[in-house]
């Protein structure tokens, strides 16, 4: 979505409301497609400050994502709050297309990539996969033999024989 800013520029104080959904369907990151489940709702203000724009905006919205433990697929919900100022360039004068048409798509996006997580998971205490057999311990057990032992200290198991 692109917005006019041009009539908030340079008025101290003065701003514009946002309330709009962004119907994109789907976000990339670290290599991976994430589909857009619910659109994503943006919602506050772009406020004019002294040498460029404060924006305040609430997000909310799912994308389906895949758990880095056991790759079972969820949905992950999103609920960001941004609070960014975005200064005017000092060095260069900024043309008045940059206000007029302000790229709101693309700054959301931008936000939503920086605030998804290093790793997903699909509930905080995800079993994983059986580092043995593969199977998904947060549906079934296995019966498999594991050792945990440090490869290191193999050596001194030896002594205790």
Request: proline share 2%; net charge negative.
């Given at each position: 979505?692109?917005?006019?800013?041009?009539?908030?520029?340079?008025?101290?104080?003065?701003?514009?409301?946002?309330?709009?959904?962004?119907?994109?369907?789907?976000?990339?990151?670290?290599?991976?497609?994430?589909?857009?489940?619910?659109?994503?709702?943006?919602?506050?203000?772009?406020?004019?400050?002294?040498?460029?724009?404060?924006?305040?905006?609430?997000?909310?919205?799912?994308?389906?994502?895949?758990?880095?433990?056991?790759?079972?697929?969820?949905?992950?919900?999103?609920?960001?709050?941004?609070?960014?100022?975005?200064?005017?360039?000092?060095?260069?004068?900024v043309?008045?297309?940059?206000?007029?048409?302000?790229?709101?798509?693309?700054?959301?996006?931008?936000?939503?990539?920086?605030?998804?997580?290093?790793?997903f998971?699909?509930?905080?205490?995800?079993?994983?996969?059986?580092?043995?057999?593969?199977?998904?311990?947060?549906?079934?057990?296995?019966?498999?033999k594991?050792?945990?032992?440090?490869?290191?200290?193999?050596?001194?198991s030896k002594?205790?024989?």
């Amino acid at each position: 979505m692109k917005i006019d800013l041009l009539k908030i520029k340079g008025q101290l104080g003065r701003s514009v409301n946002i309330d709009y959904v962004e119907d994109i369907e789907s976000i990339e990151f670290k290599g991976e497609e994430y589909k857009v489940v619910t659109p994503l709702h943006v919602k506050g203000t772009i406020t004019a400050q002294k040498e460029g724009l404060l924006a305040e905006l609430d997000m909310t919205g799912s994308i389906n994502a895949v758990c880095d433990r056991c790759l079972d697929e969820f949905v992950y919900n999103l609920d960001l709050k941004l609070r960014e100022y975005v200064e005017e360039s000092v060095d260069e004068e900024v043309d008045d297309s940059f206000y007029e048409n302000f790229d709101l798509t693309t700054f959301v996006v931008h936000f939503v990539i920086l605030s998804l997580p290093m790793k997903f998971l699909c509930k905080e205490d995800c079993k994983g996969l059986c580092p043995v057999c593969g199977t998904n311990l947060n549906h079934q057990t296995c019966s498999c033999k594991r050792e945990d032992i440090d490869p290191r200290l193999t050596v001194l198991s030896k002594l205790l024989q």
